[in-house]
């Protein structure tokens, strides 16, 4: 099987293998203390916005940024194993998971398994047939805006139970159209330290 990816990919990691200098001195724990949970959208990329280089910061990434509880897990083994002190959540405009919602990605799922077409207002299948129910089951965490969904998931993490109130979590919207981090204030208001 040959794959004009899987070749691209492997000379990519070639060349970087060739300048990788130091870098395998580094520790585990990341060195700057913080972690960004962010959307896995193929626009962002925590390093550059961010300005993080390998070693510096835990970087969680799913399917709009959200406050899974699986992000959960990620996060409290940032803090309690490795030493995180600061949390960004970090959502962004233009997203794709403010284009469905639950019932629409499940029925699309029942009905055909393939990437679906999106034309500007509605999803809808190439072919019919073969699908599977269980997308019925899953909760996909879709975005009805930006700004809610930072609060929401800024709140979710600040009042878990396994969090422990001394890490400020802060709130952000990337603009996809200029690389702007801008502030949701609410978020990081219900992100703040508590006593
Ligand atoms: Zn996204």
């Excluded at 060349?15 to 959208?41: H, Q, S, W």
């Excluded at 805006?145 to 929401?152: D, F, L, R, T």
Aim: hydrophobic share 40%; glycine share 10%.
């Amino acid at each position: 099987m040959s794959s004009e990816i899987l070749e691209e990919v492997m000379s990519a990691n070639a060349k970087y293998v060739n300048g990788f200098g130091e870098k395998g001195k580094l520790a585990l724990p990341p060195a700057r203390r913080f972690t960004i949970l962010t959307c896995m959208d193929a626009r962002l990329d925590p390093a550059k916005y961010a300005g993080l280089s390998e070693g510096d910061a835990h970087v969680i990434r799913n399917a709009g940024g959200r406050a899974s509880d699986d992000t959960i897990r990620s996060l409290v083994i940032s803090h309690k194993l490795l030493g995180t002190l600061e949390w960004f959540v970090i959502h962004h405009t233009n997203c794709g998971m403010e284009l469905f919602c639950d019932d629409v990605m499940a029925g699309l799922l029942e009905d055909n398994l393939a990437t679906a077409a999106f034309d500007g207002k509605s999803w809808s299948n190439p072919r019919h047939g073969g699908g599977c129910a269980a997308g019925h089951f899953i909760k996909w965490h879709t975005i009805k805006s930006q700004e809610e969904s930072v609060i929401q998931d800024v709140r979710r993490i600040r009042e878990h139970p396994l969090v422990p109130a001394n890490i400020p979590i802060y709130g952000y919207v990337y603009d996809v159209k200029t690389g702007r981090l801008d502030e949701v204030a609410k978020a990081t208001e219900a992100g703040r330290c508590g006593t």
